[in-house]
């Protein structure tokens, strides 16, 4: 074995795309897609030259790629605006009455946009935010419920070239303010609050909390969706409806140049610090406009439903903007799959008549726990095509899926990306490819994979090693906000010119990509991405907390749990009330989807000579696993004896 990472999964399964849907699908055969993919690897700015000429662009571009290793820039020179791609586009044509958005609220409300309708609200807002003094090339960050503001929001930033930064509504005030200080951002976007698990949940009071500490913020839009109590600071603070009061509803888009920054998301990286992932403009439209219409097949008359929030990059890519610049009509709701019964996705799609389902692993395993008799109860007839993203799936759910919700008649898409990579990198395309549960398949169309040992070797089949993407594509992230630096490093200098991706993977003999998940120090918790440094942080800016390690351990529902090991001051209790301190200091600091499953006081953490935790070995004691592999580095092996006696 070239590296340490060992691939057990062995599956056997093929299933190749039904005749019938082979036939109208956007592309139809492996064939097909072989000659695609080798078109797009042997000629990328051909390939994607042609991809962007399917969109409008207000100036053609000098050149279609700039590649000065790790600096990329698709379509130089070129202008455009993917609010205007993915809203005025359309107007010109029957789809201006097509739905859009089909929204649904937790309690039970339905709005529907037509993008006529969707044009009109975003022109609005975005001459709402002008007025309140946003400019193209402020930043402007969003805190907000997944209503349709939300997704208006967006668009509306894009439309004035305002770089928007959303924070997950679950991050807590401390989390908001770190991003709205790091981004400088000047206006804030929030609700009073939104619906979950049937009760309404406050964000605006989190926004007060987190305004204390941010300078830069100027003003404060809030949408009314909950009717909680909210206080509304004279000066600053302004209702949606206000900010839109007797605006024109002419305000078309900026001409934008093709690298101009459409958006920051923050995600965990591997030091404690949430890195800035800076996406442009036009490579990301011409990459999300072709994976959703590629990937989920869109057509005309499809619903499609990505069950994300639009605070990940999930939503961004295959709710927003992806699916809009297709032109698609899209599912969008705002609560959790079981209120008020367990079957609510089920009853969605049946209502809706969705045909396309985009959701995550760790759903899928929740589903198969509540049980089949929650689907069963509905006509799941509507769906064509089932997706999944976030983490590996386990191949009894993959089949769980495709029985118990495709009725054996849809294909999955089982999609890796990430929220650096912008859209979908390794897919099968659902006419073409046959699918192998638990597999990624292949790469898409311009996408250059390898899987690599530490030097950058390629390694043979079926042995595991670093994924990494050789070679530059389009939606690809720029820099991270402000730290160029952190961008060569983190992801350019393991191996020279190429992306990292930091996941571990194989390659079968047919060529099939299986991504065996984080090598590094993130755990992947319900598909939410989390570095355990930056709950490391957490813990132990606790006063009563000298040191802390934590690491991710499997679990059956969530992917991963977090498991942390602590050291506590002289004179701390470590009782179970003490943990619950703990977990609901770390909901605070960073938010409740972060909290340890688990804590393990110790007096000390296993580290080598050099002082570095050993956090291999947490991981296999965190995992119930015999501790295995070199521990000769270890400085004092009584601290590991120690833990493990601890847990038995
Ligand atoms: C994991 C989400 C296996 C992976 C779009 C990646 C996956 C991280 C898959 C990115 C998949 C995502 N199979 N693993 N289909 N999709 N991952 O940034 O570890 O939130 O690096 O982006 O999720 O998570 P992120």
């Known amino acids: 074995m070239a590296t340490d990472i060992e691939s057990v999964l062995k599956e056997q399964r093929v299933f190749p795309p039904p005749d019938e849907f082979a036939a109208s699908a956007h ?39 700039e590649w000065e290793p790790p600096n990329a820039k698709w379509f130089v020179g ?116 939104g619906f979950r698990r049937g009760a309404p949940f406050p964000l605006k009071e989190a926004v007060d909390k987190a305004l204390t500490e941010t300078p830069s913020i100027e003003k404060v839009v809030v949408v009314k969706r909950a009717g909680n109590d909210v206080v509304m600071k004279p000066g600053r603070d302004v209702w949606w409806d206000d900010a839109i009061k007797d605006v024109s509803a002419d305000c078309p888009a900026e001409h934008l140049d093709a690298e101009h920054p459409l958006f920051i998301l923050y995600t965990s990286g591997t030091t404690g610090k949430p890195k800035g992932v800076v996406h442009s403009t036009g490579g990301y439209m011409a990459h999300t406009y072709l994976t959703s219409k590629w990937v989920f097949d869109l057509k005309d008359t499809d619903t499609f439903w990505c069950t994300a929030d639009v605070g990940w990059v999930t939503g961004h890519s295959y709710i927003v903007y992806g699916p809009l610049a297709n032109g698609a009509t899209i599912l969008m709701y705002e609560g959790v799959p079981n209120h008020p019964e367990p ?43 089932l997706g999944t993203v976030g983490e590996p799936i386990n191949p009894e759910a993959w089949m769980w899926y495709r029985d118990v919700i495709g009725g054996n008649r849809c294909p999955i898409v089982d999609t890796w990306w990430q929220t650096e990579t912008g859209g979908i990198m390794l897919t099968p395309l659902p006419g073409a490819t046959p699918t192998k549960p638990g597999s990624a398949t292949l790469p898409f169309p311009g996408v250059v994979p390898e899987i690599v040992t530490h030097d950058g070797k390629p390694v043979g089949d079926n042995e595991g090693g670093y994924l990494i993407i050789k070679k530059p594509w389009p939606g690809m992230l720029r820099t991270i906000y402000n730290d160029h630096e952190r961008f060569k490093e983190q992801y350019w200098s393991q191996i020279p010119g190429c992306y990292f991706t930091g996941d571990g993977a194989r390659r079968d003999e047919d060529g099939y990509y299986w991504v065996m998940g984080r090598i590094d120090d993130v755990v992947n918790v319900s598909g939410h991405r989390l570095s355990t440094m930056e709950i490391e942080s957490a813990l132990v800016s606790h006063k009563q907390v000298t040191e802390a390690a934590v690491v991710g351990r499997p679990d059956e529902v969530k992917g991963q749990a977090i498991s942390a090991f602590v050291t506590c001051a002289a004179g701390t209790k470590p009782d179970d009330a003490f943990k619950q301190e703990l977990r609901k200091h770390v909901a605070k600091e960073i938010g409740a989807f972060a909290k340890p499953d688990d804590i393990r006081f110790t007096d000390s953490l296993p580290k080598t000579r050099s002082g570095k935790i050993m956090r291999r070995l947490l991981r296999d004691l965190a995992a119930g696993k015999d501790t295995v592999g070199d521990t000769t580095t270890l400085e004092d092996y009584s601290v590991l004896a120690k833990l493990r006696e601890d847990e038995e």
């Not at 928007?164 to 951002?185: C, E, K, P, T």
């Not at 995550?360 to 198969?368: E, G, L, N, Y």
Request: hydrophobic share 40%; proline share 4%; net charge positive.
């Open 78 to 193: 070129a202008e455009c605006n993917i609010s205007y791609n993915c809203l005025d586009r359309h107007l010109s044509t029957w789809r201006r009455n097509k739905a859009a958005i089909i929204w649904e609220g937790e309690p039970g409300d339905i709005r529907v946009y037509t993008y006529q309708m969707l044009h009109r609200e975003v022109s609005r807002f975005a001459a709402g935010l002008k007025r309140l003094g946003v400019q193209k090339g402020d930043r402007v960050a969003l805190y907000m419920p997944m209503v349709p503001e939300l997704a208006i929001s967006l668009l509306a930033c894009a439309r004035l070239g305002a770089t928007h930064s959303v924070v997950f509504g679950g991050f807590s005030s401390d989390a908001l303010r770190d991003r709205i200080n790091d981004a400088q951002a000047k206006v804030v976007i929030t609700a009073d609050g």
């Open 343 to 385: 079957d609510r996705f089920w009853d969605i799609i049946e209502r809706h008549q969705v045909s396309v389902l985009y959701t995550a692993p760790t759903a899928i395993r929740t589903f198969t726990r509540w049980g089949d008799e929650w689907p069963n109860k509905h006509d799941l007839s509507s769906l064509r095509l």
């Open 27 to 65: 592309v139809k055969s492996l064939a097909e897609y072989q000659r695609i993919y080798k078109l797009s690897v042997d000629d990328p700015e051909a390939f994607w030259a042609g991809i962007a000429r399917e969109l409008d662009w207000f100036k053609p571009w000098d050149k279609v790629l």
